[in-house]
């Protein structure tokens, strides 16, 4: 099939949504499609260089790159959060002319938005009446206020995204007609899924919206050393955002019975990095945590494989890759139950607390860990189901499987269903 790829971000040398959209690129073209993909200038240099890195795979021949830019004042504008929704606006704009020329001369089979990946964003590629496949998408979850006090800047971080986000959906025609006119809405969490259906998807179908590369994944799960007579190593690895919940590990860290040896590795910077001293000392753990600020991403393989627990409790989050990279390492998981955690951690993986009240929510968090520290064959056990679990979820065969259930969904879609890869 002909397919049009909208990915706004696009860079195969970033993680994040830059790096899915890349993925998504390569494997799209892997099954055999011939896929032009519409993308901003900024990863023009990087993904230049792997496509001629690659240039002798067939993969790479079926790729073509279509760069679209947006006016300069518009691009200076990005440097500001607000100027974010409107370079990506705009963006979707150009993209939409560009892409009408480009049918007149293709005649597409498909359309596929991958990024960005917010619901609130659409695209406006329903435009070109032709087959849509949106997603996987977030954008549905919205932080719990009970747990307010975690969230420095509730108003700026939540109460004004919020805001914008009813904004959009109410106002932007096009967040309504894509949804609309999808013929399949992927979404990468439950919140989402009723998101998508209140504003009047037809076909809705929840789908991990993380993935890892094949060789991401070691051949068989690697046990950690006996616990008995050391301590229980933890892990946090995120972005320093407010939303990604540190103060609230840090403190039911620091209400763990005293008798439990345990050490906080926190690897990680960001907007938050100033406050994360006194958060330490604030929950009393100054001899238990160790803050290594941002690491190179190809140490955190070492760091899955070094520690006995991940804990990362983000308050709002589509879905952290994280907990894929956890999994696919055979590190367990102690998080909150909701959003993308809730539907993509198996139990056996991990322990997904519910939300509740800020104390009580805290308490069951610090429990948790004292549990696995007095039961070390559960987290081994814990380990080697999130390491079978995460297999289905390397790269080719995520994409591949989407791909069916689209074409198993949606008639018009047939076409995406995969006849052989070249992987």
């Known amino acids: 099939m002909k397919i049009l790829l909208s990915a706004y971000a696009c860079d195969p040398l970033h993680g994040s949504e830059e790096g899915s959209g890349f993925n998504w690129l ?127 800047d509730w108003f700026k971080t939540e109460t004004v995204r919020n805001g914008i986000s009813s904004l959009l959906t109410t106002f932007d025609p096009n967040v309504r007609q894509s949804l609309r006119h999808a013929s399949l809405v992927l979404v990468a969490n439950s919140d989402t899924a009723a998101l998508a259906r209140r504003l009047g998807a037809r076909r809705v179908a929840l789908a991990m919206g993380a993935a890892l590369a094949a060789d991401y994944f070691p051949a068989a799960y690697a046990p950690r050393p006996p616990l008995a007579g050391r301590e229980l190593r933890i892990l946090w690895l995120a972005r320093l955002f407010p939303r990604k919940g540190l103060p609230l590990v840090l403190e039911a860290l620091g209400r763990v019975d005293k008798r439990v040896k345990f050490h906080l590795d926190v690897m990680g910077d960001g907007p938050m990095g100033p406050l994360v001293p006194g958060w330490i000392a604030e929950a009393g753990l100054q001899d238990r945590v160790t803050w290594h600020g941002s690491v190179p991403y190809e140490a955190t393989r070492a760091a899955y494989l070094g520690h006995d627990l991940f804990m990362l409790c983000s308050l709002r989050d589509t879905y952290a890759n994280q907990y894929l990279e956890s999994m696919a390492l055979g590190l367990p998981i102690l998080t909150l139950d909701h959003h993308g955690a809730h539907d993509f951690i198996p139990d056996s993986a991990g322990i997904k607390v519910p939300v509740q009240t800020a104390d009580a929510t805290a308490e069951a968090l610090a429990r948790a860990v004292e549990h696995l520290y007095d039961h070390p064959a559960q987290l081994e056990a814990m380990g080697r189901a999130g390491f079978a679990y995460a297999a289905q979820f390397a790269l080719p065969r995520l994409v591949a499987s989407l791909y069916q259930l689209a074409a198993d969904t949606a008639p018009e879609l047939a076409g995406l269903a995969p006849r052989g890869s070249e992987q």
């Open 26 to 152: 390569w494997q799209v073209a892997a099954l055999g499609h011939e896929v032009w993909c519409l993308t901003t200038p900024r990863g023009r240099p990087n993904l230049e260089q792997v496509l001629a890195e690659r240039a002798a795979d067939p993969v790479a021949g079926r790729i073509h790159l279509v760069f679209i830019d947006v006016p300069q004042a518009v691009n200076y504008a990005y440097r500001w959060q607000p100027g974010v929704y409107l370079h990506y606006m705009v963006w979707q704009y150009q993209a939409w002319r560009t892409a009408q020329q480009l049918d007149a001369q293709v005649n597409f089979d498909a359309v596929h938005h991958i990024t960005y990946n917010s619901l609130q964003m659409a695209s406006w590629l329903w435009r070109l009446k032709k087959p849509l496949l949106l997603g996987p998408m977030g954008g549905g979850m919205t932080a719990p206020a009970s747990l307010r006090r975690y969230l420095p």
